[in-house]
Each structure stands twice: as structure tokens, then as C-alpha cells.
């Protein structure tokens, strides 16, 4: 069959549709409650600052509880990382630098951006999904990492 040697991983749409309607709504009350746009790495990295810390906190808790929930409940996906500790700290200061330099993550841009058809977020969301789409094929396809 073609879609499985397209597609090798577990196509499940009513989960990825339901996750995909909670982030949506998540994102559309924190806009429309207070005015801000979830951006987790503008509302996490804000966290030093005293105005608005506790709304910040409040969200940040909220994923963290819904996670533990998910595990709790056995919701959760088994997650195997096969990289060593040198390549995930490498990985981790790549997003980070990108992020920086691209001002937003895929959550600020991909989900709060696109929605205000921003065009910023529209270039950040196409540069960032077209590099995903090429560090897969090198990773997991040519094993290149």
C-alpha cells in the first residue's frame, strides 16, 4: 500500500484532530482573555519579568499538569530518543538560536501567526517546516546523524 511507504508513522487523525482543536482553542481564549498570543517561548522566557508572571506561570502549569495527566492516565506516546546527551544539548541550542533569531516558535508563528495571517509568521512557518522536512530525510532516512 502507498500511504504506509508515504507516511511510515501511526496515522491517527481523530487524536491529531482533537490535539489540533484543544491548541486552537487554548490559543484563541488566551487571545481573546487577556490579549497575548501563546508563543511558548515568549511566555516562558518572560518568566524573570514581575508583570504578568502569574498568568504565565498559570499556562506554563497548565501544560506541564495536562502532560502528567496524559502519562497518568496512559495517554500518553512512548518516546524513544536515540541520540546521546552531546547531540540533544547541541539540538536544544540550535532551537534556541533559531528561535532568537527568528523571533517566535512554532507555536507563536505556525499557530498564533498563521491565524493573523501575519507575514512574518507565514516566512517563519514555511523556513522552519521546510527545515524539519530536511533534517528528517537526513536523519531518519540517511541516517546521516
Avoid at 24 to 42: D, V
Avoid at 46 to 63: K, N, P, T, Y
Amino acid at each position: 500500500m502507498l500511504l504506509p511507504a508515504l507516511f511510515p508513522t501511526r496515522f491517527t487523525p481523530l487524536p491529531d484532530l482533537a490535539g489540533g482543536l484543544l491548541i486552537g482553542a487554548s490559543a484563541a481564549l488566551l487571545w481573546l482573555g487577556i490579549g497575548r498570543i501563546a508563543g511558548i517561548t515568549g511566555i516562558a522566557g518572560d518568566l524573570i519579568q514581575r508583570s504578568g508572571r502569574d498568568w504565565r506561570l498559570a499556562f506554563i502549569s497548565g501544560l506541564l499538569l495536562a502532560g502528567l495527566l496524559a502519562r497518568t492516565l496512559g495517554a500518553a506516546p512512548s518516546i524513544h530518543v536515540a541520540a546521546g546527551l552531546p547531540v540533544m544539548i547541541g539540538a536544544g541550542l540550535l532551537v534556541g538560536i533559531g528561535t532568537a533569531l527568528g523571533g517566535g516558535c512554532t507555536s507563536g508563528h505556525g499557530v498564533c501567526g498563521l491565524a493573523r495571517v501575519s507575514p512574518r509568521s507565514i516566512v517563519a512557518t514555511l523556513i522552519f517546516m521546510a527545515i524539519a522536512v530536511i533534517v528528517v530525510f537526513l536523519t531518519r532516512d540517511l541516517g546521516a546523524v
